[in-house]
């Protein structure tokens, strides 16, 4: 019983408590392959509403997107 009471006890369980704190602080290895082969959520889904519209946009009537490429193509040609 002297041994619970002894300084002893009390710097073996310090060490004790420092490894498991120490090893309990270690960054967990993260899996990167998971993110790309994940569906994409509602909000990004909706982000990207006013591409979606412009191309349907444009499969219908062609005209204004044709003029929109030649103004890039002539400010291409500039630089």
């Known amino acids: ?3 619970f009471n002894s300084k002893q006890f009390i710097v073996i369980l ?3 408590l420092i490894g498991a704190g ?3 602080c270690a960054k967990p ?3 990167t392959d998971v993110n790309k082969n994940r569906q ?3 909000l990004e ?3 990207k509403l006013e591409a ?3 191309v349907l ?3 219908f009537d062609p005209t204004p997107c044709e003029e929109k490429r030649k103004e890039l193509e002539q400010k291409e040609e500039m630089n």
């Open 14 to 16: 310090v060490i004790v």
């Open 22 to 24: 120490l090893s309990g």
């Open 57 to 59: 946009g444009c499969m």
């Open 29 to 31: 290895k993260i899996n």
């Open 45 to 47: 889904t909706i982000g």
């Open 52 to 54: 979606i519209g412009t």
């Open 1 to 3: 019983m002297n041994f």
């Open 40 to 42: 994409p959520t509602e």
